[in-house]
């Protein structure tokens, strides 16, 4: 299975591409991680939101892989603890798809991203940067791959 984490918004900070770069490293063999920057939709004085949100809606959907299991994450999703994603991305595992988790722009996703989602994870109730949630995804990913292979990384 390979995963590619599909992200609206362009150019991380560098301590985050630095952060993101370290768990993809760690992830390379057993799970692959793949970036895919959306461009952000057109907003500003004079701008329909709602038009950037369908254009970013769009663009999400056009570079799914095909047959993807997709995880939209949304604040209204399931927050699962780090054992509870363990368990997931060992189901997901086993499907024999390939995942593609979403993360949306700052107005959230599309309907018609949030309808093609097979589920939808909560990182919690906190509002966290865009940039910075790619690096959460990430080192999340990597705990739960180091509990599936019962590394000691994980220590709950």
């Keep these: 299975m390979r ?4 992200s609206v918004g362009e150019r991380m900070p560098a301590w985050v591409a630095e952060g993101f770069a370290e ?7 057993e799970l692959p991680l793949d970036l895919v920057e959306i461009p952000l939709g057109a907003r500003g004085k004079g701008r329909d939101p709602a038009r950037a949100i369908t254009d970013e809606g ?21 927050p699962w603890s780090s054992e ?3 368990e997931q ?4 595992r086993m499907s024999g798809r390939d995942l593609a988790i979403l993360i949306g722009g700052p107005d959230g996703h599309a309907a018609e991203v949030l ?3 097979d ?7 906190l509002t966290l940067p865009h940039m910075l949630v790619r690096l ?3 080192e999340q990913l990597y705990r739960a791959m180091s509990i599936i292979g019962g590394h000691p990384y994980h220590r709950a």
């Design 3 to 6: 995963a590619r984490l599909i």
């Design 23 to 29: 768990y993809r490293k760690r992830l390379s063999r």
């Design 58 to 78: 769009g663009a999400v959907l056009a570079t799914l892989p095909k047959d993807a299991h997709v995880v939209a994450l949304d604040g209204r999703g399931k």
């Design 84 to 86: 509870q994603l363990a």
């Design 89 to 92: 991305l060992a189901a997901w």
């Design 115 to 117: 309808a093609r989602a």
């Design 119 to 125: 589920q939808r994870w909560s990182l919690g109730p």
């Design 136 to 138: 959460v995804v990430a």
